[in-house]
């Protein structure tokens, strides 16, 4: 009788929230830079530099910028995803508004290790 052997690999894959509420921020996907706004051909966009300080991949990576009208309000959320961000290295995000704002703020950083 032949017997067949099956070996199964299970990779640790962890998740970031990378957050930025109260002064808190994690240290391995974070902003590198001050994000700005732009002009794009009448579009408008929010843009800025995400820096992966870990020593592992990140993987489907997301930047969620909120977007403020007058006195404050929430208007709306523009966001940007990138596939990888190898460790150490940094990605220049660009998030559409898809609303007129005058201010924004990125409170959240999204991803998985691998």
């Excluded at 032949?2 to 240290?27: Q, R, Y």
């Excluded at 709306?76 to 660009?94: K, L, M, Q, S, V």
Aim: hydrophobic letters at 45%; one cysteine or more.
């Amino acid at each position: 009788m032949k017997t067949t052997s099956i070996v199964i690999l299970l990779a640790t894959i962890g998740f970031c929230s990378c957050k930025k509420d109260k002064g808190e921020e994690s240290p391995s996907l974070s902003l590198n830079s001050q994000a700005s706004k732009s002009v794009d051909k009448g579009d408008v966009y929010v843009v800025g530099e995400v820096i992966n300080a870990s020593n592992r991949l990140a993987i489907h990576v997301e930047v969620r910028v909120d977007l403020f009208g007058d006195n404050g309000v929430k208007v709306g959320t523009a966001t940007d995803f990138a596939e990888t961000i190898a460790p150490g290295a940094t990605w220049n995000f660009r998030a559409l508004a898809p609303v007129h704002f005058l201010n924004f703020g990125v409170p959240a950083i999204n991803g998985y290790f691998v």
